[in-house]
């Protein structure tokens, strides 16, 4: 739908600094009504059962360095090692100790996957729900939101706040808390088995490695954000130019559109540069930091060996401590790099699902009750900017199932009509009723139940014709879609495509010509069977000829509906049962046809203004036509050999 007055820009979302991020309590703390699974003690059981499998992977876990232990101290005693102790029992028999490592390793990952199994209904539940939210949400908000909102934008928001979802659930249950129930238990065999220097040496190596990541990712946290916002704008523009195909090949822009891309994709690519540099930085310091603390404690446990206080198995055990702990330790650089950009990401979302829909239901409001469908407008004002009114007083009405035109110069605010009557905004005077109801008084569903839309400008859904038309109604049968579309008549047009009902419009429906697009509109509207019609300068954009079928097609569709048209050409709306003139806001003439062109006032001037344009086209057609020779006689023009 277009609009004689296009809404300005309204208020804007807060941008927010770095810094006024939520943290990871109060983000999770927002999460938590979605990621438990209310409701469900199916997948309630699985959480308590993931959790007990993570504990018993990490005690399995525990037992491996202890297998390496036991392994070396057999095979030393085995060969003889000089002051070497003589283990006993299992632990003499080297052989069934690596069976024992091997059946521990095999534990440790069975039990690790099986959470990981169990768990993922849970984190794909959470995700669906919350996404299924924000889309919801997102379709609540106002037309203003969207209009200054750019489409691809906000689905990437949608896929960012999905995946983030995803990874904060999975790395803090699956990853980070493991990590922490590892680090206490490593920490609790080094005092145990050897002293607390150890123990201490471990817990200042780990301190200093997260120390180091967090300034670090925190440096590459901006670099990040730069590189998303860099990649929003590429996406962005891309699917703006791509959705404008035809206008980009119109006006040859095909290279100012690739340097607007490329100038995107050259700040990505610095971004992109700086975030694998940064990568580099931070991995060679995490290197650095552990090799030190793990050469730390290999000392140590080599001077007790020297001095008798541990065997060669305690200094393996030490060393394969320390190695297995710096598994998930490499994973925890990347565990706080995703959760930072996790969190911007869920916030972004948070944000979106935080704006209020700038239309909402009343507490308490009643379906609409549409009995004949009288509409009534009641001394209606409007401005999108209070400096700027659009409505100054409007006041007319609709009898129910007659038609009633609105025309007027371009900005008058003929298209606002339409869009007050949907409730995509509301006015700041006055009153609008459908049957005595006041719209704003009951539910936005129901009263868009109730009016049916064929716009100037149909943008149809990338699917089927079929699947476009039973938009209008989707639980209609095969025999009901086809019959609106025999009203609409576009039924033969669609029985001569191979595929029918099935075949693929394209995006935005580009397969299709205007006058196609508009019977599928048309269709669907019918289907939808609603009692009240608005008709937005349906045929403006079309030929005459079309425009005469389409209106034909349009007729019979308002026949017994309370009917809007906004109309710019006053062709269409000579046979309306009553025409308002709009102009700057204000009625200023009503009347039918013949009442207003008797009048002689701004109708009657719009009239011939038109009558005279129409008339200069069609001298041009007929200066453009080809020439046809006649035997005999001089050539005349085709358009005349015709006659």
Do not use: C
């Amino acid at each position: 739908m277009t609009d004689d007055t296009a809404p300005p820009a309204g208020p804007k979302l807060p941008a927010g600094r770095p810094d006024e991020r939520p943290g990871l309590i109060a983000t999770y703390r927002r999460l938590w009504p979605h990621l438990w699974p209310h409701g469900r003690p199916d997948l309630q059981r699985r959480v308590f059962l993931a959790f007990g499998l993570l504990l018993a992977a990490k005690l399995v876990t525990m037992v491996t360095p202890f297998t390496f232990k036991w392994i070396t101290d057999a095979l030393v005693a085995a060969i003889g090692g000089k002051d070497a102790p003589m283990p006993t029992g299992l632990l003499a028999a080297p052989m069934l100790l690596i069976a024992l490592y091997g059946v521990s390793r095999i534990a440790m990952s069975a039990l690790t996957q099986m959470r990981d199994g169990l768990f993922a209904k849970v984190a794909m539940h959470a995700v669906r729900r919350l996404a299924l939210q924000t889309f919801e949400h997102m379709h609540r908000l106002s037309l203003r939101f969207h209009l200054e909102r750019k489409t691809g934008g906000l689905t990437r928001v949608l896929e960012r706040g999905r995946a983030g979802i995803e990874e904060l659930s999975r790395l803090m249950v699956l990853t980070l808390v493991p990590t922490i129930i590892e680090f206490v238990l490593v920490l609790g065999v080094l005092a145990y088995e050897f002293n607390w220097t150890y123990a201490a040496t471990a817990f200042l190596t780990v301190a200093a490695y997260l120390a180091f990541t967090y300034k670090a990712t925190e440096w590459r946290i901006a670099i990040r954000r730069r590189m998303n916002a860099s990649d929003t704008d590429a996406n962005t523009k891309a699917v703006d130019s791509l959705l404008n195909y035809e206008t980009v090949k119109y006006f040859g822009a095909e290279r100012r559109e690739a340097a607007r891309y490329d100038e995107s994709m050259a700040k990505y690519e610095k971004a992109s540069t700086q975030t694998y540099v940064s990568l580099a930085v931070l991995n060679a310091g995490q290197a650095v930091i552990f090799t030190l603390g793990m050469t730390v404690v290999m000392w140590l446990a080599a001077r007790d060996i020297l001095a008798g206080r541990t065997t060669i198995g305690g200094f393996v055990l030490a060393n394969t401590m320390l190695v297995q702990l710096s598994m998930p330790l490499n994973f925890m650089g990347m565990i706080y790099r995703e959760i930072k950009q996790a969190l911007i990401d869920i916030d972004d979302m948070f944000r979106i699902l935080g704006q209020n829909p700038e239309i909402a239901d009343r507490p308490g409001a009643a379906p609409l009750q549409v009995a004949g469908g009288t509409v009534r407008f009641a001394d209606v004002r409007f401005a999108y900017n209070p400096e700027r009114p659009i409505l100054r007083g409007v006041s007319f009405e609709i009898p129910a199932g007659q038609t009633v035109a609105v025309v007027g110069p371009s900005g008058a605010g003929k298209s606002t009509l339409s869009r007050l009557l949907f409730r995509f905004y509301e006015p700041q005077g006055g009153r609008i009723s459908i049957d005595g109801q006041d719209i704003a008084a009951v539910t936005q569903e129901s009263l868009r139940a109730a009016i049916g839309m064929v716009p100037q400008d149909t943008v149809l859904f990338n699917d089927t014709i079929g699947y476009n038309i039973r938009y209008g109604r989707a639980a209609a049968t095969d025999a009901e879609l086809k019959e609106a579309a025999r009203l609409a008549q576009i039924d033969g047009f669609v029985s001569s495509l191979p595929e029918g009902y099935d075949t693929p419009v394209g995006e935005r429906g580009l397969k299709l010509s205007g006058g196609e697009k508009q019977r599928v509109a048309i269709a669907r509207t019918i289907l939808k069977a609603p009692p009240i019609l608005v008709l937005d300068e349906a045929t403006s954009a079309l030929d005459s000829f079309t425009e005469a079928e389409i209106q034909a097609a349009l007729d019979r569709v308002s026949r017994g509906r309370t009917t809007l048209v906004i109309a710019h050409r006053l062709s269409t709306v000579v046979n309306a049962d009553a025409i308002l003139v709009l102009d700057h806001g204000r009625i200023v003439e009503r009347g039918t046809h013949a009442e207003l062109l008797e009048a002689g006032g701004v109708y009657a001037a719009l009239w011939d203004r038109q009558r005279e344009a129409d008339a200069a086209l069609e001298v041009l057609q007929r200066a453009d036509a080809p020439v046809v020779p006649r035997p005999g006689r001089t050539a005349v023009p085709e358009t005349e050999a015709a006659e």
